[in-house]
């Protein structure tokens, strides 16, 4: 069964980083794509950006440019999200997604349980 | 940017039929997904491309739209169906871009 399993809670000070792994198994990793979505606490779900796991192709958010980068590593089917001059404001659960084809602007069809980052000085 | 539009909040007694809509600009010439989310659990799509169901997502939880609303409609309402119910568009100058989020309550 497909499964995405994050890795665990990170405590962060503002200015730092902070980088979330995402472990996929039970299907072929190179033929999906894997979005990254965020919730603050007791707000609703931000997209924050796309890549493909085929040939690691990216599309960020536009008020993350900059400040995200989103990667895979094949080999382990492993996909990560770093965030980079954290702020109080990043303080949410971060969420992978597998998007149910190749392409950007498919659903998202599991998820990962969430990791939660706090940020706090 | 694109806006969507949901009710904060649906209540419904069980057995009865819930309609949770989303709203934005021409959302019918778009494709709609939506989410299901309960408390401290990640989403889990329910509908996608406006109202197919993935494989498991029972024939109760079924999807329109036209115009400028789109609706998730469940029927035969049950107490595990109480949920934040979140829907999604993809919009070429928004990229993914998420509704507000309705709660639904079983009264």
């Known amino acids: 069964q497909v499964q995405l399993v994050q890795s665990g809670a990170e405590v962060k000070k503002p200015g730092a980083s902070v980088k979330v792994s995402c472990k996929a198994s039970g299907y072929t990793f190179t033929s999906y794509g894997i979005s990254w979505v965020r919730q603050a606490p007791g707000q609703g779900l931000e997209w924050m950006g796309w890549i493909s796991a085929y040939n690691g192709n990216t599309n960020y958010a536009q008020k993350l440019q900059g400040r995200v980068t989103m990667t895979t590593d094949t080999s382990t089917s492993t996909a990560y999200m770093e965030l980079r001059s954290l702020r109080s404001d990043d303080t949410a659960v971060y969420y992978c997604?597998?998007?149910?084809?190749?392409?950007?602007?498919?659903?998202?069809?599991?998820w990962g349980q969430g990791t939660l980052v706090t940020v706090s000085s | 940017s694109y806006v969507l539009t949901q009710p904060p909040s649906v209540s419904v007694a069980p057995g009865q039929t819930a309609r949770i809509t989303c709203g934005g600009n021409n959302i019918g010439s778009k494709s709609v997904h939506w989410y299901q989310q309960k408390p401290g659990q990640a989403p889990v799509l329910v509908v996608y491309d406006d109202s197919d169901r993935p494989s498991g997502i029972p024939e109760r939880f079924s999807g329109s739209n036209s115009g400028n609303t789109a609706t998730l409609t469940i029927s035969r309402v049950e107490a595990g169906d109480e949920a934040d119910y979140y829907c999604?568009?993809?919009?070429?100058?928004?990229?993914?871009?998420f509704g507000g989020g309705t709660k639904l309550t079983v009264l």
């Open positions: 997604a597998r998007a149910s084809s190749t392409v950007v602007t498919a659903d998202f069809d599991y």
């Open positions: 999604q568009v993809w919009d070429s100058s928004s990229d993914w871009v």
